[in-house]
Each structure stands twice: as C-alpha cells, then as structure tokens.
C-alpha cells in the first residue's frame, strides 16, 4: 500500500528544480546564522535570545513533534549545517557543475567506522552537557558553529556529505526514527536500476551530484540512511525514483538483520528521555543544579550514572529481556547479538513516543518566548514586529498530559506489536515476546510515573 | 476476530482513562486549608513536591532566597510572585485530582525555564488511570498479535 507523491506533476516540479529546495535551504541557513549570532553578541538570557528560544523551543518541536514522525528524514533534506561545506565542495551554489563535479581530496570514510557509533557518542556528549547547552546562549552558538566547522572540514576532505551520514548527532536518531514516517523515497522497479547501466543516481550527472549519502537508491530498504536530499530524483534518467506514502512504520516490519550500532542509539534515546524527563522536567533542584555544575564532584558523580544509564544499565536490562526470551524459547539460528540487534527494533516507536511526550511537557508551555524574540532576537531591546512585550503564556499546559498518554500507549503498542513479529521472524514461541513487553511496558509506566505521580 | 480484539482493547483503555468512578472510590480525605510556604532559590523550589488532597483550599506563601521569582501553577492558571524581602502568595481551591507541575513564570536566570516543582493532589486518579490503560495495553496488544 504505496501512492507515489512525487509523480502528482505539482510536486515533481518542485522536487526537480533546485530552486525550492535551495531557498529553503539559504532560508534556514539566515535563521541558523542569526541564532549563532545571538548566542555569541545577544543577551545571556536564555528566554530572550533567539539562538535558544528558536533552536531548542521551536526547532526541536517542530523536529520531535512533526517532522520526524510524518515525514522522517525531510529536515536533512533542508538542513541548513552542511549547505556551507557542500556548496564549497560543489564550487557551486544552486546549478550543478557539469556531470556532477566535486572538489575534495574525496578521502574514503573509514570502513571501520561506516556505522553511526560516533553519531551515538556525540549525541551523548551534547546530551550529557545538556542543561548547559539548552540554557545558555553561548554554548548553543559554539555547539552549532562547532557542527558547522566539522561539517565544512569533512566536505573539503571526505567524499560527499560524509558529515550527514556518519557524524553528525542529530542525524543518527532522526535515522533512526524516520522508520517510523509514512513517507519513503525508494525506487519505482529495481529491474530497471539493475538495466540501467549508468547509475546516475549514484554516480552523477548534468543534472546533479551522485547520491550525497554516499547510497545506491536501488539498493534501498529503509529510511534510515536516505538524507531525502532528492538529488537521485533530479539524475535519474529513466523517472525510476519517487516518494511514496506509505504505511508508517513500514521499515520497522522486518525485524531481522538489525545492527548494533542502532540498537545501541535506541538504547541511548531511551535512556536519555528518562534522564531529561527527570532531570529538565523534574522536580528536583538539585540535580539540576548537579547536572549544571560541570566539572565539580558532584557533576562526575552525575555523568557517571548518565553514562553508565546509557551504557550499561538501560542496555543490561534490556539485554536480560532478550536474554530471558531466548531462555523461553530458543531461536532457530540466530546468535545472542543478533537477536539483541533485532529486539531493538521495538525501541523505536517506544523512544519516539518518549520523546514527543517529553516535548510535550516543555514546547507547549515554552512556546510563547517565541514572539518577543521575533521582534527582538538578540535581546537588545529591540522591537521589530511590535511583539516584543508579549507576556510569557503557556499553551494548554493542563491538557498535557491528556496528549502524553495516548502517544506513550501508540507507542508501547507498537513496542509489543513488533516484539511479537520478531519472535516470528527468528522462529520462536510469542512467548518470547513477554520479557521485552515487560520491559517496555515497565518504560512506559516508569514515563508516565515522570510525569504524572 | 482481530478487530473484536482491537475494540475490546480500545474500549478498556478508553474507560479506564475516562469512566466516571463510583463516589467512595474517587473521595479522598476531608478538605481542609493547608499552608505552604515554598522557597524559590537558585532554579530550584524547596520542597519540590507539594501534595494536598482534593478540595483542600492551598494558601502558599512564595519566599524568594535570591532574585525574583515567580510561581505559576499548570492546570489551576494561578501566579504568586516573590522578592527578597517580600514574600508572594496565593490561595486556590485543589478543585482537580492529579500531578501538575509548578514553575517560575519570572525570567530569573539561565536555569530558568527548568525551575519546575510538582503540586500532586490526591487522590491521583490521573496517574492510577495511566497505569491501569497501560497494562490493558499491553494485554491486549500481546492478545491481537500474538499468533498473527
């Protein structure tokens, strides 16, 4: 159950030409810009200034809320942080070079590490500085010219956006979860890929770069990898490449042959929900005051239990489901690590609805710190738009936790949906399934206890 | 047999969240007027966690040990503000089961946006509710694909 979008004409236009995409692009390249700005010349008052109001309040929100679930990897599609580095790369700023040129010392990314282990540890290192970095202007904009820096300097070295694919921290979950959107960019008949000599899509041509993502779109089974950048869509000779909607989570249905490196960031998503849930939203002082306190006793003894959270707790219990599953009942032939890989499949309906709670809990109340700040972005005292008075005002804040609930049981029905399909596909009894259920069922309560008791 | 099953399971969920308790098991204690003093210092409130039974008429007295400080209560819409000096307060009818966060709705620093407690008023039939709509949940989802 499949509609090919890209072929209503309207929208192949749109996705054909360079223009629309690009505007929005340079677009969010201005916002991006400014937000750096602000964090670095604005007011150190985080609920005034531009950079953390509009990354971490509305970005997020709309990242969390909506793009990520409805249309996967659509942001990375426009995503302001490589434009510089890939417009350097390309010596060209809309219009493509002739047969796709680039200009870099187009070293190889290293094999051992064509994987998202370093996406993994940088989402820790930033999630694990968090209340630093969400709150303080400064670290925000040194955080994003940071990405920008190692973004530009893969681009000048490594082939394509070599960044995008294996580096960058935001990129590794959105991934990851854009499994779970009903939107998929994929070939329309592998057998004319496989005729098709050329391999445009990947190699390049008059009409644009070979796949960013260093990907063969024929070879393509699930979103996690696919940037949505849309370029195979522009060199494609034969019309064989679209974007379907789909039924969502249609990538999450073969639970088999998963990796370790992305059972690993469902584990760190997880983990790292519970611990902002506790820590941001929480009602505990002092550990927020721990977590802020960087480089004190108290802060080592915070990023201890934060990595070991991460590490070893959150993945021991769970390593002990899938354990107690293969005691149940044994699988064919499938090694403890592989059916740990495949189990962790059910963490990604259950850590995406996880984060849409916590975000919940905070974008709705916070969001109105966006208005004056459009009309004064730096803190200045300026009043651009005439909406610099506007008051603090939370949104519906007591109709919370009525949106928290059903997201986190869609989620958990998703979570032993899937863990009863993988006992299928590795040939054991459903009721290998109970201890995974068990344990996302215990997730969900422990959440909803957050946020709730 | 697969949608009787989606249904049943539905509609459990549905009426554990929202179904109408008989009187005995929805009262809590007595109402009485309770007095609370609250500390606002450096992002954080002490205590963090305030619980008041439903119906109880909440007077808080808001003593700010810093800077001003604010303390708006979700759900309930009410706002005290404090300064070193000069205390805030507000009285409110815990008219609504539940946890509801409380937050400081004056810009007082970086932390600001966090500095969060939690005004839990019993009975929490809310986070009971949760509870019982997760389990049915899960049940009932282990039932609709367990042999599919």
Redesign the interface.
């Known amino acids: 159950m499949r509609y090919a979008l890209s072929d209503i004409p309207f929208i192949k236009r749109l996705l054909r030409s360079r223009w629309p995409q690009w505007n929005l692009t340079a677009t969010l390249l201005l916002f991006f810009v400014l937000a750096i700005i602000a964090g670095l010349v604005g007011t150190?008052?985080?609920?005034?200034n531009f950079g953390i109001v509009f990354v971490w309040i509305v970005w997020w929100a709309l990242l969390i809320l909506l793009l990520v679930p409805f249309a996967g990897r659509l942001w990375c599609g426009v995503c302001p942080i490589p434009a510089p580095g890939e417009w350097l790369q390309r010596r060209a700023l809309v219009q493509p070079r002739p047969g796709g040129k680039l200009y870099t010392l187009g070293v190889k990314w290293p094999r051992a590490l064509r994987n998202i282990w370093l996406q993994n540890a940088g989402f820790l290192g930033v999630a694990l500085f968090s209340?630093i970095i969400l709150?303080?202007p400064s670290a925000t904009a040194l955080v994003l010219l940071g990405f920008v820096i190692v973004a530009v300097g893969a681009s000048l070295v490594f082939e394509r956006r070599t960044f995008c694919r294996y580096l960058c921290p935001v990129g590794g979950f959105i991934g990851l979860y854009s499994q779970v959107a009903p939107i998929e960019l994929r070939v329309k008949d592998a057998a004319v890929c496989a005729s098709h000599t050329d391999k445009t899509c990947y190699t390049g041509s008059d009409d644009g770069y070979g796949c960013p993502w260093l990907l063969f779109p024929g070879g393509l089974t699930n979103n996690t990898t696919c940037g949505l950048c849309t370029e195979c869509l522009k060199t494609c000779t034969r019309d064989n490449i679209a974007i379907f909607v789909r039924q969502p989570g249609a990538d999450l249905l073969k639970t088999t042959g998963r990796k370790l490196d992305e059972a690993y960031k469902g584990l760190i998503m997880l983990a790292c929900a519970f611990i902002y849930s506790a820590v941001?939203?929480?009602?505990?002082?002092?550990l927020?005051?721990t977590a802020?306190a960087v480089g004190t006793p108290g802060w080592f003894a915070y990023a201890g239990i934060f990595l070991a959270l991460n590490l070893a707790i959150l993945p021991g219990l769970f390593w002990l489901a899938v354990r107690s599953g293969r005691w149940i009942s044994k699988p064919a032939s499938t090694t403890m690590r592989a059916l740990f890989a495949d189990y962790a499949a059910v963490l990604i309906p259950l850590g995406l609805t996880a984060w849409v709670a916590f975000t919940l809990?905070?974008a709705l109340?916070?969001f109105s710190?966006a208005w004056p700040v459009l009309s004064d972005p730096l803190g200045w005292g300026w009043n651009l738009l005439g909406t610099a008075g506007l008051k603090?005002t939370?949104y519906i804040?007591?109709f919370?936790?009525a949106l928290q609930?059903p997201v986190?049981?869609i989620g958990?029905?998703a979570a032993?949906?899937l863990a009863?399909?993988t006992t299928?596909q590795h040939g054991q009894s459903?009721w290998a399934?109970?201890p995974v259920?068990a344990f996302?069922?215990a997730a969900?309560?422990g959440l909803?206890?957050l946020?709730?008791? | 047999m697969r949608w009787l099953v989606a249904g049943c399971t539905l509609a459990l969920v549905l009426m554990a969240l929202l179904a109408p308790l008989p009187a005995a098991m929805a009262a809590g204690a007595a109402p009485q007027a309770r007095r609370i003093t609250i500390a606002a210092r450096g992002f954080a409130f002490a205590p963090g966690t305030v619980r008041v039974n439903r119906g109880d008429t909440v007077i808080v007295d808001l003593e700010s040990m810093d800077v001003v400080h604010g303390l708006y209560v979700d759900g309930y819409g009410v706002a005290a503000q404090a300064e070193p000096g000069r205390s805030g307060q507000l009285t409110f009818v815990a008219d609504r089961d539940g946890a509801f966060r409380f937050r400081c709705n004056v810009a007082c620093g970086n932390l600001h946006p966090f500095m969060i407690g939690k005004l839990v008023v019993s009975p929490n039939l809310t986070w009971l509710r949760a509870i019982a709509a997760t389990l049915i949940t899960a049940a009932g989802t282990l039932i609709l694909f367990w042999k599919r």
Do not use: Q
């Not at chain 1, 150190?44 to 005034?48: I, K, L, M």
């Open positions: 150190p008052a985080g609920n005034r209340i709150t303080t941001l939203s929480g009602p505990w002082g002092a927020k005051e802020a809990s905070f109340i916070n710190y603090w939370p804040p007591g919370v936790p609930i986190l049981l958990l029905t032993i949906g009863l399909r299928r459903p399934a109970a259920a996302c069922t969900t309560v909803l206890g946020y709730l008791a």
